[in-house]
């Protein structure tokens, strides 16, 4: 099956500092979100991208799905960005429930 | 609008008992999905509720069950219950099967002693 591969596992940031997330998948895909995981264990809605660049606020993503890879940028961090972020695909063929999520990028933002 | 909404928050039940989770999808969604995410790892997909039916079915034993009622909200259950799972268990809806963007609810968590 598609393996999800995300990277770094843990990144910790200073306040202020900017950041690129990575997901690379083995396969091609018509569905790909992000979602960041808060504290308390809700999956929270970043970006619903499977190709191009989105934007919002201090976020944005590009996905380039012919290349198989999504980056997601986080500017100006603050504390409250800190959690998991989860990318998650869906194969082709594949039912829009069932994706297949990374194992996440863990980031602590410091005061 | 109403998003997925999820019930219990919490529980705890002990080994070889029953235990049933419920789910209400957000407004405007007719499918279901439950995903069980362990300690430490990604969320995996349990199974996915249209139209009343299990349509798809990821690997996980014939002990998880659900059902799909005709106001589209779901519950999900575990039987004989195994320490192994003990998990965060999450509900998502879409707006069809096929296409859409997933959105979760907060989560039911479970910890069988």
């Known amino acids: 099956g598609i393996q999800v591969e995300q990277s770094p596992p843990d990144l910790i940031l200073q306040e202020g500092a900017n950041s690129t997330l990575r997901c690379n998948f083995s396969?091609?895909?018509?569905?790909l979100q992000w979602f960041h995981q808060n504290p308390w264990g809700q999956l929270i809605n970043l970006f619903y991208?499977?190709?191009g660049t989105k934007q919002n606020g201090r976020l944005s993503a590009t996905t380039v799905a012919t290349e198989r890879y999504s980056l997601l940028y986080i500017s100006s961090s603050q504390t409250t960005d800190s959690g998991v972020y989860f990318c998650?695909?869906?194969?082709?063929?594949?039912?829009?429930?069932?994706?297949?999520f990374g194992k996440g990028t863990k980031l602590s933002v410091k005061p | 609008d109403a998003g997925v909404t999820q019930s219990p928050t919490h529980l705890i039940k002990t080994r070889g008992q029953q235990v049933t989770l419920r789910c209400s999808p957000k407004?405007?969604?007719?499918?279901v999905s439950w995903y069980q995410q362990a300690l430490g790892q990604g969320p995996q997909f349990i199974f996915q509720?249209?139209?009343?039916?299990?349509?798809q079915r990821g690997n996980f034993p014939d002990r998880f069950s659900g059902h799909q009622f005709p106001n589209y909200s779901s519950e999900l259950n575990v039987n004989a219950l195994l320490l192994g799972d003990s998990a965060l268990y999450l509900c998502?809806?879409?707006?069809?099967?096929?296409?859409?963007?997933?959105?979760f609810g907060e989560g039911s968590r479970l910890t069988v002693l």
């Open positions: 998650a695909v869906r194969p082709y063929g594949g039912s829009q429930g069932n994706l297949i």
């Open positions: 407004s405007g969604h007719d499918t």
């Open positions: 998502a809806s879409s707006p069809g099967p096929l296409s859409g963007e997933l959105f």
């Open positions: 991208i499977p190709s």
């Open positions: 509720y249209y139209e009343e039916e299990e349509r």
């Open positions: 396969d091609s895909v018509n569905n």
